[in-house]
């Protein structure tokens, strides 16, 4: 073989520069999602009959409460001992890059987009995570704990008490003056 050029540009996809192209990575995205949904729903499926399995579903979802049934689903699925997520670059900004070797977890994300007709819709990408347990934490940046002073500590218990709390000059007989 004389055109050593060839070799380089034949592609496995139908892009250029050994890229795929538009339908070909839009077909794998595709391809991605669904399998993505098929895990969740295997997995909603086979919690459903299963109270120990629901146990289980209940105590990822206690930990990641700001994730979605699905994704809660999916993390049950692929990994249910993290406690905490974050993507690669995530874990690198904060100096701790992820092992050699660990394998992400799929989730999704939502994305919104605007539609020919000029409406907003919302599509899902599968997005990669990795826990903490995935993470060279040795060289982690960590925040310092915030520090409270006793005046905002009970500013902060006031404004948030789940009852509304009033100065009294007296309490006679179980009676409350308020304080004018």
């Known amino acids: 073989m004389t055109n050593y050029d060839d070799l380089l540009s034949n592609t496995p996809y139908g892009g250029q520069n050994g890229q795929p192209s538009k339908e070909e990575y839009a077909a794998k995205k595709k391809a991605e999602r669904q399998e993505v949904f098929a895990l969740a729903d295997n997995t909603a499926l086979g919690i459903a009959g299963n109270g120990g399995r629901f146990q289980q579903y209940l105590d990822v979802q206690s930990r990641f ?11 049950l699925a692929q990994k249910p001992e993290s406690t905490k997520l974050g993507s690669f670059e995530h874990w690198r900004e904060k100096g701790g890059p992820v092992k050699p070797g660990q394998t992400g977890i799929s989730i999704v994300e939502p ?25 060279d934490t040795r060289k982690m940046k960590s925040a310092p704990p915030p520090s409270y002073g006793d005046r905002q500590l009970l500013k902060a218990l006031i404004n948030s008490a789940p009852v509304k709390i009033i100065g009294v000059d007296d309490i006679i007989q179980g009676v409350i003056h308020e304080k004018a």
């Open 65 to 75: 409460g700001r994730y979605s049934a699905v994704n809660t689903l999916l993390i």
């Open 111 to 135: 994305q919104e987009y605007t539609k020919e007709d000029g409406t907003t819709g919302i599509g899902y990408n599968v997005k990669k995570v990795f826990d903490i347990s995935q993470v």
